[in-house]
C-alpha cells in the first residue's frame, strides 16, 4: 500500500489549501485515516483524523478553520485549510489505519507567509 499526499504549497496568511491523500495498491478495509503535521523544531502532531463512520477529530489550534473528509470510493483523505496562520507551517503527512497496520504518507510542505 503505498499513499500519495499532495495540495502543499505557498500561501499568504489568511489564504487556503486543500491537501488531498489517495492510497493505491492491495487496499482493504481503513478504518481511520488522518493528517498530522510536523513544523521547524517541533515535534510531529495530530492534526485531524476521521473515522469510517465520518467522525472527526481536530487539534484545538485548527478547530473552525480546517475540515478533514474522505472519500472511501476513491481511498482518499482531504484536508481543507483555511484562514492559514504563518504557525500552521509544516510538513503534512497522512495516515492510515487499516486492520493492524497503519501507513504513512510521504508528506507534503505547507508554507504560510505573514
Known amino acids: 500500500v503505498q499513499l500519495q499526499a499532495s495540495g502543499g504549497g505557498l500561501v499568504q496568511a489568511g489564504g487556503s489549501l486543500r491537501l488531498s491523500c489517495a492510497a493505491s495498491g492491495s487496499v482493504f478495509s481503513i478504518n481511520v485515516m488522518g493528517w498530522y503535521r510536523q513544523g521547524p523544531g517541533k515535534q510531529r502532531e495530530l492534526v485531524a483524523n476521521?473515522?469510517?463512520?465520518?467522525?472527526?477529530n481536530y487539534v484545538d489550534s485548527v478547530k473552525g478553520r480546517f475540515i478533514i473528509s474522505r472519500d472511501n470510493a476513491k481511498n482518499t483523505v482531504y484536508l481543507q485549510m483555511n484562514n492559514l496562520k504563518p504557525e500552521d507551517t509544516a510538513v503534512y503527512y497522512c495516515k492510515f489505519w487499516s486492520g493492524p497496520r497503519d501507513y504513512w504518507g510521504q508528506g507534503t510542505l505547507v508554507t504560510v507567509s505573514s
Open positions: 476521521i473515522n469510517s463512520g465520518g467522525a472527526a
